[in-house]
């Protein structure tokens, strides 16, 4: 999430109260998660394990518990809580306001777009032109669609993140303020779910079609052409590159890449990243030529003892 203008560091201490270590006007012109940082952004980190790849990332603001030495060209917000003051800066930067009306007065429809009865368009929304609405979709604050996307009925765009930290009290959950961006000429089947990213964009590549009752976690990224059927659970922060199939009820992991071309069967779960133009199959997903090897060792494994009893 980018900033609508560039702070000083010391602004941005100053709104979360916390001691700083770096020049005062270091600029600081947004936040994000680790995987899609950019120079200019805050990360957070709060636990030691990750300390080295927080600080050694493309974040040129990190946001850690505990005040380390600072790598040249960096600077430190110190906290006793980065994960709840991560929060308070998309609640600064990204507040919430609840909807008063069916479709926002800050929303842009362009010209041609069908829009259903009880569909629901957030504030800041921006719709392309030639698309296709169906009634009972929500499309919740600050997405993006492009031309020609159709979404079937009962649709949620922009739902917040799955990611919580867990407290003694129970689950805080990280406060969702990115965006899911549509590219032209994509479509949604009825009941899919699409969440926003956490800091950054969940984004669907032009041409690309889901079936109904699809999943789609916070931050992944869909490339172009891609089919997904019915079912289908993809998991935060993957990256799907272009033309990839994934058959029905397949499960994604978060945090994987699955190559260009890849086509996964139906009901199989992706535990690792795949590469691409490969079939694969089963739980967890393999090379499909592999797995039926092991498949068809495994039907010979009953004669296979049946002979070592006669020996």
């Known amino acids: 999430m980018k900033f609508p203008r560039t702070y000083k560091l010391s602004e941005i201490a100053g709104i979360l109260k916390v001691p700083f270590v770096g020049p005062e006007s270091f600029p600081v012109t947004g936040m994000n998660e680790i995987h899609v940082v950019e120079p200019g952004d805050i990360v957070f980190v709060d636990h030691p394990k990750y300390y080295d790849k927080a600080l050694q990332s493309a974040a040129t603001v990190v946001l850690i518990n505990k005040e380390v030495a600072c790598p040249v060209g960096k600077a430190l917000l110190i906290s006793d809580d980065p994960f709840r ?7 600064h930067f990204r507040p919430f306001f609840p909807q008063e009306t069916a479709i926002s007065a800050s929303a842009e429809i362009g ?21 296709v609405i169906h009634p009972n979709v929500t499309i919740r604050n600050h997405c993006v669609l492009g031309d020609r996307v159709v979404v079937q009925s009962g649709s949620v765009i922009g739902s917040d993140a799955f990611y919580y ?30 969440d926003r990213g956490v800091s950054g964009d969940t984004i669907i590549g032009s041409g690309s079609k889901l079936d109904n009752q699809v999943h789609v976690g916070h931050d992944t990224r869909i490339g172009s052409r891609c ?23 397949v499960g994604v992991t978060s945090a994987i890449t699955i190559g260009q071309g890849a086509v996964v069967s139906a009901q199989s779960g992706v535990s690792k990243s795949l590469e691409g133009g490969k079939s694969y199959f089963g739980s967890p997903a393999e090379e499909a030529r592999e797995k039926l090897r092991q498949l068809a060792n495994l039907r010979q494994l009953p004669a296979f003892i049946e002979q070592l009893k006669k020996e």
Request: net charge negative.
């Open 227 to 249: 089919l997904i059927a019915s079912q289908t659970g993809i998991a935060g922060c993957v990256v799907i590159e272009d033309g990839v199939t994934l058959w029905g009820q």
């Open 85 to 91: 003051d991560f929060n308070t800066l998309t609640r």
């Open 165 to 194: 930290k867990k407290r003694p009290d129970g689950f805080d959950r990280l406060l969702s303020g990115g965006r899911v961006i549509l590219e032209d000429d994509v479509e949604l089947g009825a009941l899919c779910t699409i």
């Open 111 to 131: 010209q041609g777009t069908s829009v259903g009865p009880n569909v629901s368009i957030g504030s800041e929304v921006r719709i392309g032109k030639d698309c």
